[in-house]
């Protein structure tokens, strides 16, 4: 990455602004159900406090639109942070103010201060100059860690680098370097699966990685999207009818490049969308009412792990199929233990196949689990996030 980072910056004596990704499942209690985001940002709170800085902390939680709402406080985030670090996180119940300046000025080298939920207040997300001074107070440089939000043209993710010097945390530039050499510069033979139901944001995704990949395998509601595009019947299943043409677009233009794009050659379908449903295998040609087909078929699930056995760079987003109700769980549960097999680099590219990983407990064989879904679709458009290009030069 050719943008500076805490290792190319003097921290010794100031305090830093850092913004992070905390925003973590909880239950109705506020009990933190999975912590992947707050354990990653730990090496680079060390590594500031190991190099004599005091940090103020900023994040969001869900979606308040600008309101007050104690549900969404990140009060339990400060607790669980503390026990990682093993010292206590001063907590700041409002993240601007008189009352939150003075923790501010009162903190010492090493001493951590976290911030209440951001987007509290509506300047966070209109990125408002006002909310960006009360919110840099005090504060001599900006450190972005939050790399699931730098697709947002947020106060906090850009509005702070155009008031003091930021720079990337070590898991910005993890993240943007994985992605980055993933995309730019990929050992092959290489391969990337998409699937989920999301279509409209993902198909140009696929636009951009048939440029760069040699086989694009399809999953999901948008492998149903294809398939219909051929013109075939998909019955109930779900299928974006607007973006048929681009599908048809997308699969020429992937012959003439030389990439291909593989579609599913059955389904697991289903006669209502429900666990309980009747399911059969079907092909393309057998759809019809009340069919849906919820996950890749038997023969599909074969055909790609076979390819996927042959890669040296693998990118993944989207489940095959609806892996929420076990029926439908096999396709996505299989393609993602078949690479987290593969001798070869492997890349999750965040949201819903992250938390599939960390439920099958196999997180830790992928070469990089990101821990932003919309902002690593972004960089697999190939885009340039607003929070990366916020920071400073390398010179
Ligand atoms: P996304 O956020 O785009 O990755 O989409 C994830 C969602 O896609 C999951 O909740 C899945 O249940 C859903 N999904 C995957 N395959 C299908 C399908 N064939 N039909 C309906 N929903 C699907």
Redesign the pocket.
């Known amino acids: 990455m050719n943008k500076k980072t805490v290792y190319d910056i003097d921290v010794s004596g100031k305090t830093v602004f850092l913004r992070v990704d905390y925003n973590v499942p909880q239950d109705k209690n506020g009990h933190i159900l999975e912590d992947r985001r707050i354990r990653t940002t730990v090496p680079t709170i060390r590594y500031l406090q190991e190099h004599g800085a005091a940090i103020v902390i900023g994040a969001h939680l869900g979606r308040p639109k600008g309101e007050i709402k104690p549900e969404l406080s990140l009060k339990p985030c400060a607790e669980r942070l503390g026990e990682l670090l093993g010292q206590k996180v001063i907590f700041a119940p409002d993240c601007i103010g008189e009352e939150t300046n003075e923790l501010k000025k009162n903190l010492k080298a090493g001493d951590v201060l976290l911030l209440e939920n951001l987007r509290f207040y509506k300047g966070e997300e209109k990125n408002n100059p006002e909310f960006t001074k009360a919110l840099i107070s005090y504060c001599d440089i900006a450190v972005n860690d939050a790399f699931g939000v730098s697709h947002r043209p947020h106060a906090s993710i850009v509005g702070v680098g155009q008031s003091v010097p930021m720079v990337a945390g070590i898991l910005l530039q993890k993240e943007i370097d994985f992605l980055s050499n993933v995309i730019d510069n990929p050992e092959r033979p290489f391969a990337a699966i998409i ?4 279509i409209a ?2 198909i140009q995704v696929i636009a951009n990685l048939m440029e760069k990949a040699d086989v694009i395998l399809i ?3 948008m ?2 999207t294809f398939v219909a595009a051929e013109g075939y019947d998909m019955g109930q ?2 299928q974006d009818k607007d973006r048929f043409d681009l599908a048809r677009n997308l699969m020429e233009k992937a012959k003439e490049l030389g990439s291909s794009i593989i579609l599913p050659v059955d389904f697991t379908a289903a006669d209502s ?1 429900s666990e309980t449903a009747q399911t059969k295998v079907l092909e393309a040609k057998d759809f019809g009412d009340p069919w ?4 890749i078929g038997p023969k599909t699930i074969q055909m790609y792990a076979d390819i996927l056995r042959k890669m040296k760079t693998v990118v993944w ?8 109700m076990k029926p439908f769980a096999t396709g996505t549960n299989t393609i993602a233990k078949t690479i987290s097999e593969l001798d070869a680099i492997t890349v999750i590219g965040g ?3 992250a938390a599939v990983v960390d439920h099958l407990g196999i997180s830790d064989k992928f070469s990089h689990v990101s821990t932003g ?1 919309g902002a690593s679709l972004e960089m697999l458009e190939g885009m340039i996030l607003p929070g990366v290009s916020i920071l400073q030069d390398k010179e």
């Open positions: 699937g989920g139901a999301k944001d993902k999953g999901g509601g492998a149903n299943s779900l969308f849906m087909a919820l996950d987003n989207g489940p095959m199929g609806v892996f929420e949201g819903e196949s879904g």
